[in-house]
């Protein structure tokens, strides 16, 4: 069995994020594989998000201390635990490292014992520097995009017509007040072949409910329902042809970016900023602009426009990229394979070591 423990004290909530989609199609293709794989919720009985998902196994656990009780292989999502595990447990790093100190001490401490997984290059340079340890003990497992979004069909585009389709939560760190800002910028505002469309992903927390307020009064933006399903979300990736990413580059960095393997297999151009794990999404139709820039995101965008529609070959090409199975095989060799010891079991044993009586001496023979 492997488990993902999930945030303690939060549902699993779907159509809100790349962690989401990463950790349920991991158990959902464990599963299919015939290796059993679970979610694991701590504190929250059903009522875990369990509903939305079906065909995913869940368990829910009534305190995160029971989690040392589960056979097998236990993998924590993001929140690093210190609970002693029957077997040698994983993190997997979505998110930056922290920039508040508690959240530093937390991060740093329950990570001295983990197997590390980032998901990018990018990510596991990052953490790498934050805890002080070798980037090459850290693992990547990238993520991926479901298989229905390199086979959705594409609807026929309406003639003269661009769409474009924001689908990151809204919050500040995706980049939407950049958006915003474009909105308004003179080569895009009054171009009336140019459709925007962004999704509700997010509206569920406060600050994402007064962005959603904010785009709802915006007359050159729709708002669409956010996509639960990742077939929902291919299918409403399919109907346009460019999905910006203006991620903030200020204070959060994207590790990755999962929108942008899905928009590409689904046929999209992808604008993103050029900055954190981004680049390293490139299945051929991505273009990265300087971040936190409305005028760079503009441009980009008209210079998409310009170019037409994503080739079919090019969709094609991107299908083969960041695939499911793809990281699967990754996650399961990290798994099988010997993990460098943690820094904080070398300094253990260090110091058991000084602690050693000293050899007795003896007089010479002689």
């Known amino acids: 069995m492997i488990s993902f423990i999930w945030s303690?004290?939060?549902?699993?909530?779907?159509?809100?994020?790349?962690?989401?989609?990463?950790t349920v199609g991991q158990v959902r293709e464990l599963n299919r594989r015939?290796?059993?794989?679970?979610?694991?919720?701590?504190?929250?009985?059903?009522d875990d998000g369990r509903d939305d998902f079906t065909g995913i196994p869940f368990l829910s656990l009534p305190t995160v201390s029971k989690v040392g009780d589960l056979d097998g292989t236990v993998v924590f999502?993001?929140?690093?635990?210190?609970?002693?595990t029957r077997n040698p447990a994983f993190l997997i790093l979505h998110n930056p490292p922290p920039i508040r100190e508690h959240e530093k001490a937390f991060a740093r401490e329950g990570t001295r014992v983990l197997a590390l997984i980032a998901t990018s290059r990018y990510a596991a340079e990052l953490w790498a520097a934050f805890l002080d340890v070798d980037v090459a003990t850290i693992n990547v497992v990238y993520p991926?995009?479901?298989?229905?979004?390199a086979t959705q069909p594409r609807p026929d585009r309406p003639p003269g017509k661009t769409r474009v389709l924001f689908a990151g939560r809204l919050?500040?760190?995706k980049g939407v007040y950049t958006l915003l800002e474009t909105l308004h910028i003179d080569i895009i505002d009054q171009d009336t072949d140019l459709t925007f469309t962004a999704t509700t992903a997010g509206a569920d927390k406060p600050q994402g409910a007064i962005i959603e307020r904010l785009l709802g009064e915006h007359p050159g933006i729709s708002v669409v329902a956010a996509c639960k399903t990742p077939a929902a979300m291919a299918a409403l990736m399919a109907g346009h042809d460019i999905v910006v990413m203006p991620s903030n580059s200020q204070y959060w960095h994207e590790t990755f970016g999962i929108v942008s393997i899905e928009a590409q297999h689904s046929g999209c151009r992808v604008i993103a900023s050029d900055d954190g794990g981004l680049p390293e999404?490139?299945?051929?139709?991505?273009?990265?602009v300087t971040p936190d820039n409305a005028e760079a995101l503009a441009w980009?965008?008209?210079t998409a426009v310009i170019n037409g529609p994503f080739p079919p070959a090019g969709r094609h090409h991107a299908g083969t990229r960041f695939t499911v199975g793809q990281s699967v095989d990754t996650l399961l060799a990290v798994f099988a394979q010997p993990q460098a010891i943690p820094p904080a079991t070398i300094v253990a044993q260090l110091e058991e070591l000084v602690l050693v009586p000293s050899a007795a001496t003896y007089p010479r023979a002689g």
């Open 34 to 46: 015939g290796i059993h794989a679970q979610i694991v919720t701590v504190g929250l009985s059903a």
């Open 281 to 288: 999404t490139d299945c051929g139709g991505v273009v990265l």
């Open 8 to 22: 303690p004290g939060n549902p699993l909530p779907a159509g809100t994020g790349g962690s989401e989609n990463y």
């Open 144 to 149: 991926f995009a479901e298989p229905c979004f």
């Open 171 to 173: 919050s500040p760190e």
């Open 300 to 302: 980009a965008i008209r």
């Open 77 to 84: 999502v993001n929140e690093p635990h210190p609970v002693p």
